[in-house]
């Protein structure tokens, strides 16, 4: 089976596996929607002239990344959950083809979910309490919003395919992105190494403004999410290796 041939059949596995393309739905309604309700609901007057407007566009992002980390998840994990994965070894004897094209398709689908994701959470903030396009930072601020999408899915698909595992990469992932990383960042003394971790980085990366405590800037933040990402695909990578030489 040629590449093409792989990507346009973990393309079908997508849009025939309801589990699959209603997580990028999740994420789309649930950063939107919370950005554009909190937004609604607050009132201009009340924001400090040096907030950072990004707090407000991206307030969403929070919740609805788990739902992109449990796409990255699923577009692998299911696989290895009903066994399925033997088939698509059987399907595409390389297993790097196979494992590129998984990685290609949710880098695709991350970033058409980043685009969307991104783009309404600032209309939805413009429609409600205004948005300053003019704001030093904000043109920035929108692309790494964008590009967080697919690192993040590329992440956890990668870290999927290295547990091997669906139920112990749903039950970690999930959490941590959620609140594991916040929790870190509340621990003296762990602090300082949790800005380093790989959402957290990525997701200051969209601030506007510097942050106290913050040992690099925002475009390193992205690199250092990105790092983390290419990391985890290659561990992907061995790992699906693996299974090829002992026949898994």
């Given amino acids: 089976m040629s590449a093409a041939h792989a990507l346009r059949a973990e393309r079908i596995k997508f849009t ?13 309604l649930l950063t939107v929607g919370v ?10 007057k009340t924001v400090a002239p040096d907030t950072d407007p990004t707090n407000g566009i991206y307030y969403g992002l929070l919740f609805g990344h788990v739902a992109v980390a449990c796409l990255g998840i699923l577009l692998i994990g299911q696989e290895f959950n009903t066994r399925m994965i033997s088939t698509s070894f059987i399907a595409v004897p ?6 590129g094209a998984k990685l290609t398709l949710g880098a695709g689908l991350g970033l058409l979910l980043g685009l969307a994701s991104t783009a309404g959470s600032f209309l939805a ?8 396009w003019s704001t030093p930072g904000l043109a920035r601020s929108f692309v790494a919003g964008v590009l967080y999408h697919p690192l993040l899915v590329l992440l956890c698909l990668g870290l999927t395919t290295m547990l091997g595992n669906f139920s112990a990469a749903l039950g970690l992932l999930g959490p941590m992105v959620f609140l594991g990383t916040t ?3 509340a621990i003296p ?3 300082e190494a949790g800005q380093f971790l790989p959402d957290r980085a990525g997701l200051y990366a ?5 942050e106290a405590g913050i040992h690099y800037g925002h475009w390193t933040g992205l690199l250092i999410m990105a790092l983390w990402t290419a990391a985890a695909a290659y561990g992907g990578l061995r ?10």
């Fill in 239 to 248: 790992a699906i290796r693996r299974h090829q030489a002992s026949g898994e």
């Fill in 189 to 191: 003394g762990i602090r």
């Fill in 183 to 185: 929790w870190l960042a």
């Fill in 16 to 28: 025939t596996l309801p589990s699959q393309w209603a997580a990028p739905l999740v994420a789309l």
């Fill in 206 to 210: 969209t601030h506007t403004r510097t």
């Fill in 35 to 44: 950005t554009a309700a909190v937004s609604a609901a607050s009132d201009p």
């Fill in 94 to 99: 390389r297993r790097a083809r196979l494992y």
């Fill in 125 to 132: 903030v413009d429609a409600t309490v205004g948005l300053d």
